[in-house]
């Protein structure tokens, strides 16, 4: 038995029938590297041999009204691959507005709470062809978000996929185990108790947080505020639809532009983002007078010692849309991102875990129904989209002996909030996806082709 911290049960709190809070992630496969060719049955057979070795994958949600703490993983006794791994083919001419319509629609599905919280869609008729002959295959992975963050996400992906065509599956490795319903209230009892105490070391740094944040303010050395973003089309409630789309960049232009300017490949990936923004709502005469605000998620991996999945802080990013130079926006998008980590790093790490660990269910619930109904009004939003850059291997993937052509992320959106952009560096591409929900954005198809504009807008600069 494993207990969820309380940022990783945040997400169970904070979800509702349109506030879906998985993680996506859209893999474009070559079918002719697998040996021996495709063969849906066998590449079956070779997940759950992975699988085998990742209990992650294993692992449902287990709680009781009796247990005063979070909800805790325990291995599915009852684990059935075939209610996870489905089958889709695409309807005619299975190209990408097909695909993002599928993957759109799936993505907008809830997963089953009484299940392992994952899901794995493998989708056939790329293009119109065969993947048993050779043509590519497209596989949508769903995980709840809960049970992951970027970094940890990244990692269960690796462990599927491989550096060979031909890797042998690792060993078998065992799960968290099961717990009976007076053993999870047993030891959420303790737990309940112990939280005051925890509370007593939270407020210190708590404390020297606000002070740190008071002096940066007065000398004009911080990240951008909350509730400063300006009002745009998709800051508003979302619905329970969802609508994606994809595009790939080359990581050796945006490298070129990095070197040139002296900046960082996330400066530039911000700068690729406020330059389609920028130019999307110019089309729309709907450019806010003040720049967009991004909140981009940090980890914190490597900084912090508390259980849990996901490791996460964030930073407000000013995406400086209201520059219309191109290079002159990349160089304040750099200067503003210096002053937003540099504050974001001197906060406590472990901060945001800390104090969602106390917060109760009902909690997140009232919060985001508040949030929620307020909207309906002209309250400001708290930022206007999540951007969030993850790193990848520049090595070659295979998935299940398929090679990897593309990943594109997926994450979730939230009410006032109806934009993500998610991007992810591999073997010299930068893979770009976007979600958002057809009420809000129907053409966001037009803002992934802006991407590319705003790329060679950068280059040109570069000469």
């Not at 207990?3 to 979800?15: I, K, N, Q, T, V």
């Not at 992650?56 to 247990?67: G, H, I, Q, S, V």
């Not at 809960?146 to 490795?173: I, K, R």
């Not at 800390?354 to 269910?361: L, N």
């Amino acid at each position: 038995m494993q207990r969820l911290s309380g940022l990783d049960a945040s997400f169970l709190y904070l979800e509702t029938p349109d506030q879906p809070l998985h993680v996506c992630s859209i893999l474009e496969l070559d079918t002719s590297t697998i040996p021996g060719g495709y063969d849906f049955h066998q590449l079956r057979e070779a997940l759950l041999l992975r699988i085998k070795a990742m209990p992650e994958f294993r692992e449902k949600l287990a709680d009781n009204r009796f247990n005063l703490d979070h909800p805790v993983w325990v291995e599915d006794a009852d684990f059935d691959v075939d209610r996870h791994l489905h089958r889709i083919g695409l309807p005619a001419p299975g190209g990408p507005a097909e695909l993002a319509e599928i993957c759109g629609h799936l993505a907008a599905l809830p997963l089953d709470r009484s299940r392992p919280l994952w899901e794995m869609w493998v989708i056939e008729n790329i293009d119109g062809t065969d993947p048993r002959s050779g043509g590519p295959l497209v596989v949508l992975t769903k995980v709840h978000h809960a049970a992951v963050d970027g970094v940890t996400g990244a990692n269960l992906l690796s462990q599927v996929c491989t550096t060979e065509a031909d890797t042998p599956p690792p060993e078998p490795v065992q799960g968290a185990g099961t717990a009976s319903d007076l053993e999870i209230a047993l030891s959420g009892a303790v737990r309940f108790a112990t939280r005051p105490l925890k509370l007593l070391n939270v407020l210190p740094t708590t404390a020297n947080s606000v002070l740190d944040t008071v002096r940066r303010a007065r000398a004009g050395r911080t990240m951008a505020r909350p509730f400063a973003a300006p009002s745009t089309p998709f800051n508003a409630n979302v619905t329970g639809r969802r609508n994606v789309a994809f595009t790939q960049l080359d990581l050796e232009d945006v490298k070129r532009i990095k070197d040139h300017f002296g900046v960082k490949v996330n400066d530039v990936v911000m700068a690729l983002t406020s330059g389609a923004l920028r130019s999307y709502l110019l089309e729309r005469d709907q450019l806010p007078d003040s720049p967009l605000i991004a909140m981009v998620p940090v980890s914190v991996h490597d900084k912090t010692d508390r259980p849990g999945r996901n490791h996460v802080s964030g930073m407000f990013s000013r995406l400086e849309t209201t520059i219309e130079d191109p290079a002159e926006r990349l160089r304040a998008i750099a200067n503003a991102n210096s002053v937003a980590k540099q504050h974001s790093s001197a906060i406590a790490a472990s901060l945001l875990q800390d104090w969602t660990q106390f917060a109760a269910p009902a909690v997140f619930g009232v919060a985001m129904r508040v949030y929620a109904a307020s909207r309906l009004g002209e309250a400001k939003p708290v930022h206007n989209l999540v951007v969030s850059n993850v790193p990848g291997p520049q090595v070659p993937l295979y998935f299940l002996g398929a090679e990897v052509k593309a990943m594109y992320p997926l994450g979730p959106i939230f009410h006032g909030s109806g934009l993500n952009i998610t991007v992810m560096s591999l073997t010299g591409r930068l893979n770009v996806g976007m979600v958002s929900c057809p009420e809000l954005m129907p053409d966001l198809w037009e803002l992934a082709e802006g991407f590319e504009r705003a790329l060679r807008e950068l280059l040109d600069t570069v000469g």
